[in-house]
């Protein structure tokens, strides 16, 4: 199977791994910064935009397992990777499997207790069924700052700035993602563990100050669990900061891939 991506710019390689329900046109504002350093390669990943599922769990194993089959097919001898929720957690555990030469992991899934988690779970949840009902009338109402905010002020602190048209695009891709619901369910049995075993690895954590998704305690417990990575505050950013400060988003990608 083929997993779609887009490539941009020249340099050491930087893979981009969204999250669930998303699709990689959620980087599109730090790509023009980051791509005059790195090449950027922004995928879908399997179940998820215009990749379709494949033969696995979309669990973040069958995720890390699938993403070193594609680094080998692609020609890429351990890339420099970024994450962003569940592809925070790939990044990570690709780190642990050291299949990449740095990780960078944006408000990374398996930080929460077993109560965010839930949480979580049913936020998504209730934001795809509400999505479904709306999805008819989401052209007239992202055209206002307003309504952009009433569609996607969970996942974002500044939703007002995401363009009308790629409100649209990033609904109708999460409506239509095959692979959400297994996705949940895989991925709500992950937990971070044995931060000791990604020594050797540079490692980045990022987290927005305003994340209503993975609550920014759960940072807290990264520091704890990760004392000797690098962790970043994006001062009032979401859980999908790129919008919100696409600056200090493209700063930390490059600072975590500088190495």
Request: charged share 20%.
């Amino acid at each position: 199977m083929t997993i779609a991506f887009d490539s941009a710019g020249a340099g050491p390689p930087l893979v981009l791994l969204h999250g669930t329900g998303s699709r990689r046109g959620v980087w599109d504002p730090v790509i023009a910064a980051v791509s005059r350093e790195r090449r950027t390669l922004a995928l879908d990943l399997p179940g998820f935009g215009a990749s379709p599922p494949e033969g696995f769990e979309p669990s973040i194993e069958g995720y890390v397992a699938r993403l070193g089959i594609w680094f080998a097919e692609e020609g890429f001898d351990r890339p420099h990777v970024a994450g962003n929720s569940m592809g925070g957690g790939i990044a990570l555990e690709l780190a642990r499997a050291r299949l990449v030469a740095s990780a960078t992991a944006i408000s990374p899934v398996g930080f929460g207790t077993p109560r965010e988690v839930r949480y979580a779970q049913w936020s998504i949840r209730a934001s795809r069924a509400i999505g479904r009902l709306v999805r008819p009338g989401a052209r007239a109402i992202t055209r206002s700052g307003v309504g952009r905010t009433m569609l996607l002020g969970q996942m974002r602190a500044r939703p007002w700035r995401m363009p009308a048209g790629e409100a649209v695009a990033e609904l109708e891709a999460f409506v239509d993602a095959p692979w959400v619901e297994p996705a949940l369910v895989a991925i709500g049995r992950y937990r971070f563990h044995d931060g000791d075993e990604l020594r050797g690895v540079p490692v980045t954590v990022a987290w927005g100050t305003r994340d209503a998704l993975l609550i920014p305690r759960q940072a807290a417990r990264a520091r704890r669990m990760l004392p000797w990575a690098r962790h970043v505050a994006l001062r009032g950013c979401g859980h999908l900061p790129f919008h919100d400060d696409p600056d200090a988003v493209a700063a930390v990608l490059l600072a975590g891939s500088g190495v």
